[in-house]
């Protein structure tokens, strides 16, 4: 497989109260074309700096970001980003949400496709509802449907579940997992839920705290779908959880 | 329920207006002039028609200077907010504007625009212009970043940037700033209509007590003018209850 993302020496620094705060020291890494890639570490470790890095909202102090081969400075459709608190519009409807990324003509019948992409993540009957009207698992559908809908290369997801509850977020991951059997995306997933990292990806990276480096790195060999439970899934998550100091 | 909530309102007036009645009565005032004196008088404007020309011309007045505001504070607001150095540039002129009376500026007005149906307009216009920039440059100001980086992230372009992100943002605040706008402009009509013209329920009210002393027709004037103004406030309540916007009010 090609690397579609390709991430060299990544350093980001803050200044606060005229002091320097290294918050990413010298990050790289590489995701693989169709590569689901989970990146772990605690909190406020600068893990959603890095991805506003790599997504293309934050310019980078040193290092660069290559999507497939060219320099990555700012965003743009071919990779969408999911973040923890949402953005879709709240005054808009379900179907023009998910037409809001369908620019130009060559997408056909937006709202036909629109309503495709609703019925895939379950939003079937929705399609006119408004965002205030819509529980946060059903918001959450609304946001992936969206990013699906534009046919991302990419999909960057920041803790995308973790303002539900556990039983919604768990169902979450499981309908994930089912979309991206449908349709291959090139996922980078950052979150702090060692059982997420382990559930979704093929490779998880623990990332240390402040200043962020890759401390470890490990493959998750298991086939879809995944049992927690298994010994050998338990046997990985110590191991990750013993990276992170827990 | 509605009628419930009203009445408590109701019997507060009743008591007002029973009080009005009893002191004005016991003090055996020749001017002040008692309700139902009032009532007479309104019903005297009714009968020769003036009434509704006076209503009418004050309406005209403020429906003109209020659109005219509309019109300029919308686009110059998003255009303040959007544009950071147009933004720190022209805001503390309009700061500066903003606190300066518009009763202050009826000398000028006089000056620029004789005692014309345009003096008025313009003293409306200033009043209402102000508070709508402001509050349209601070919605826009108070856009959550998630919502322009996702707008961002998808690469939309600027036309629809302002028609499906940046505008129903902000309807909301240019809502309440319309609502603020239209209330100063009523205010504002009636005070200017007391300079000069013909018309208008300020010239009413001037002109009742120049041509001797009628305080029932004075009072017949304020109370009108004050139902109408509780009913352009009505008015624009409406618009809060428009669908696109009712995201901003909760569940």
Known sequence: MA???????????????????????????T???????????????????????????EPTDEGQVLIDGVVRKKPNPNGILIS???????????????????????????????????????????????????????????????????????????????????????????????????????????????????????????????PSTIQATFAVPFAHPRKLSSPEAQALKEAILRELGV | ??????????????????????????????????????VTATWELVEDGSLWQHIGSSLFRVGTGFLLAVCTAIPLGLWLGRVDGAYITLNPIFQILRPISPIAWIPIAILWFGVGNASPIFLIFIASVFPLIVQTAAGVHTIERRYLRAAENF????????????????????IVGMRISLGVAWLVVVAAEMIALRSGLGYLIMDSRNAGNRYDLVVAAMIIIGVIGLFLDGLMRLLEKLKTIRWRYGR
């Not at chain 1, 056909?108 to 006119?128: I, Q």
């Not at chain 1, 979309?179 to 382990?198: F, G, N, Q, S, Y």
């Not at chain 2, 007002?16 to 139902?36: D, K, Y």
């Not at chain 2, 940037?161 to 309807?171: D, E, K, T």
């Open chain 1, 84 to 210: 923890q608190h949402g953005s879709v519009f709240p005054w808009l409807s379900v179907q023009q949400n998910l037409m809001f990324g369908l620019i130009g003509t060559e997408h056909g019948d937006k709202a036909e496709l629109a309503d495709h992409y609703a019925a895939l993540v379950g939003l079937k009957g929705f399609e006119n509802s408004y965002p205030h009207e819509l529980s946060g698992g059903m918001l959450k559908r609304v946001e992936l449907a969206r990013a699906l809908a534009v046919k991302p290369e990419v999909l960057y997801m920041d803790e995308p579940f973790s303002a539900l509850d556990a039983l919604m977020s768990l169902r979450m991951r499981t309908e994930l997992r089912r979309v991206l059997e449908e349709e291959r995306h090139t996922v980078l997933l950052i979150t702090h839920d060692v059982d997420e990292a382990i559930q979704l990806a093929d490779r998880i990276l623990v990332l240390s705290t402040r």
């Open chain 2, 1 to 38: 329920m509605r009628a419930k909530e009203l009445l408590p309102s109701l019997a507060v007036l009743s008591l007002l207006i029973a009080l009005w009645w009893v002191i004005v009565i016991e003090t055996n005032s020749a001017i002040f002039p008692t309700p139902l004196q009032v």
């Open chain 1, 3 to 29: 690397d579609k993302i390709v991430v060299s020496n990544i350093k980001k620094s803050f200044v606060a109260n005229s002091e320097i705060l290294p918050v990413v020291a010298g990050v790289s890494l």
């Open chain 1, 31 to 57: 995701v693989a074309n169709g590569e689901f890639v989970a990146i772990v570490g605690p909190s406020g470790c600068g893990k959603s700096t890095l991805m506003k890095i790599i997504a293309g909202f």
């Open chain 2, 155 to 174: 690469g939309v372009s600027r036309y629809q940037l302002f028609r499906q992100v940046i505008i129903p943002a902000v309807l909301p605040e240019i």
